[in-house]
């Protein structure tokens, strides 16, 4: 994406290259919207900031939160609300998700309100970064948070079970020895944790990693049934017999990795921020990039979440595509990655020293995800309605693996088996 290949490339000077352009931001008196956001563990520090700094400019605007706890539920949310007519005026969605909602016609095409407003990509919207919320024909959002995932790991734990803290280990062999090495440490100490459930996100990224994707071409059929997806959850199960990965929900794992009991931790970015302030003095908090398994062909997925306008009252509409503007924008963007850990999707915030430029250099934790985006695709959404179920089913076999109830292949034929019954039929 030009987005994270400049910056990656030529950090910093990347980051002091271009003009500030402002959004052109007209009045709106006395209009009240509502505004539905994911993960507020992650997002709500960032959301509050923006809200605070957007009614400074559009005070007759007022914003109401609505927040649900993860992608999924707020997925299921919309669509619930769609059938009975309730929908918010703007609802932030994973990546993953619009396309069900182009397809069902509930996000609106933005193209014509962004041409309206002049040029995209003086205002900061490359097309690389509309790409990541173009679905269904249409752009049915824009971005407002990027992501991939990235490795987490306690220094102090990695030197005591003879590893070099300057020197992480590149390959997952090497992790999975280091691991192995803090598991035995003892003292209640696990050797890693990745995340695994949830959603399809971070399987992706192992997936991806040795080179395979989600369904073919032309998607029609799984993707994952062949070598890779089995390399895929040969590893997952490895990480639990080798690297000593304990059952554990997300939560847990992030407050035990917090109290210095597990060694290196496989996340998202977007918890940066986050798990700095839950580390505190307890210990050294690095960050590396994840491995990636195939040199030539592996990537990472990009997460991440893009705004949709569902408004259908034309102040409503005209008030949530002002907020929507402002989020995305420079000043919003700006505000979002210093409040968590995401990548920014507004090059203006990334290319002006006032809002980014600076930000990179003083803050090497949040590096490691700018530099892999140059091997970071988009998070595929699955086709059709089942979407969600597709999600879940997956999370359920991998919980297979990780509870250690069934081998990766039995797991990987059942799960082509039952993704295969949820895609919708081609004629």
Known sequence: MTITRRAALALPATLLAAPLAAPR??????????VHYAQPYIYKNSYDAILEAFSKVEPGITVNFVTTPNYEEGAQLILRQAATNQLPDLSYQGFNRLRVFAERGIAQDLAPLLARDGDPAKLGYTPSLLELARFGGIQSGLAYAASNPVTYYNAELVKRAGGDPENFPRDWNGVLDLAARIDRLGDGTEGMWFTWNGDDWMFSALLFGHGGRMLNADETDVGFGGPEGLAALTLLDRMVKQGGMPNMTAAAARQAFA???????????????????????????????????????????????????????????????????????????ALMVRNTGYLPCNQIAIDDPQHLGAFYRENPLFLPAVRQLLVSIPWYAFPGSNSVRVTQTMVDNLARIVEQRATPQEVQADMVAEVRRLLPRKS
């Open 25 to 34: 931001i007209a009045r709106a008196q006395g209009t009240a919207i509502t």
């Open 259 to 333: 109290a210095g009991k597990v060694g290196m931790l496989f996340q998202t970015t977007a918890l940066v921020r986050g798990t700095l302030a839950s580390v505190g003095e307890n210990f050294t908090l690095r960050t590396t990039g994840m491995p990636v398994i195939d040199a030539d062909t592996g990537r990472l997925p990009t997460g991440g979440a893009a705004g949709m306008l569902t408004a259908k009252d034309p102040a409503r509409r005209e008030a949530a595509w002002k907020f929507l503007r402002f989020s995305t924008g420079p000043v919003g963007q």
